[in-house]
T-cell receptor, first 116, second 110 residues
Framework: DQQVKQNSPSLSVQEGRISILNCDYT??????FLWYKKYPAEGPTFLIS?????DKNEDGRFTVFLNKSAKHLSLHIVPSQPGDSAVYFC???????????????FGTGTRLTIIP | ETGVTQSPTHLIKTRGQQVTLRCSSQ?????VSWYQQALGQGPQFIFQ???????GRGNFPPRFSGLQFPNYSSELNVNALELDDSALYLC?????????FGPGTRLLVL
């Protein structure tokens, strides 16, 4: 049962344009969402997070949007840069029910390639 | 760099053997979580340790066990290795909200 889904295994975007990565979830108990970026031979690097009480969170070039009614979130990167080429994972947790146990449920990842 | 370190970086074992993986958490973090990432998949939660006690477990059999030490470093032990245990094992430490990951240990079971 895949509770967090990233339906696009790969995405190619021209340098300077906007990259939009999508994530859907099925568990309505999820109340905290994160995006991680992963380069080969490295562990995932935290990018940005959003709590379910918000619908948008911005940090520099990265913005995460949350649509709770659709159980959908997206990560926008603008402008896209060659160093953004990596695998991006969406993750979710149910913090209210599992306070102190921040079990993360991950999607399968989207490989983003920025074309110079 | 997160300050989370893992050892070894790579390991080759044969089916039936036992393995111990190690993780040093970021300074000030008292919670360590372990994840298994199979090829082409996202990380899967194995278990979490908080102040030396197991604090939640994913859908993994009992041959996956762990420890957390007073300095909050942690070990993951896997007994009776199976071919499907071949994966990247990730450790993440956290103090309050966000989990920060180490580089992982790549385990190959032959």
């Amino acid at each position: 049962d895949q509770q967090v889904k990233q339906n696009s295994p790969s995405l190619s975007v021209q340098e300077g344009r906007i990259s939009i990565l999508n994530c859907d979830y099925t568990n309505s108990m999820f109340d905290y969402f994160l995006w991680y970026k992963k380069y080969p031979a490295e562990g995932p690097t935290f990018l940005i997070s959003i709590s379910s009480i918000k619908d948008k969170n911005e940090d520099g070039r990265f913005t995460v949007f949350l649509n709770k009614s659709a159980k959908h979130l997206s990560l926008h990167i603008v402008p896209s840069q060659p160093g953004d080429s990596a695998v991006y994972f969406c993750a979710a947790s149910d913090r209210e029910s599992n306070f102190g146990n921040e079990k993360l449920t991950f999607g399968t990842g989207t490989r983003l390639t920025i074309i110079p | 760099e997160t300050g989370v370190t893992q050892s070894p970086t790579h390991l080759i074992k044969t089916r039936g053997q036992q393995v111990t993986l190690r993780c040093s958490s970021q300074s000030g973090h008292n919670t360590v979580s372990w994840y298994q990432q199979a090829l082409g998949q996202g990380p899967q939660f194995i278990f979490q340790y908080y102040r030396e006690e197991e604090n939640g477990r994913g859908n993994f059999p009992p041959r996956f066990s762990g420890l957390q030490f007073p300095n909050y470093s942690s070990e993951l032990n896997v007994n009776a290795l199976e071919l499907d245990d071949s994966a990247l094992y990730l450790c993440a430490s956290s103090g309050s909200e966000t989990q920060y990951f180490g580089p992982g240990t790549r385990l190959l079971v032959l």
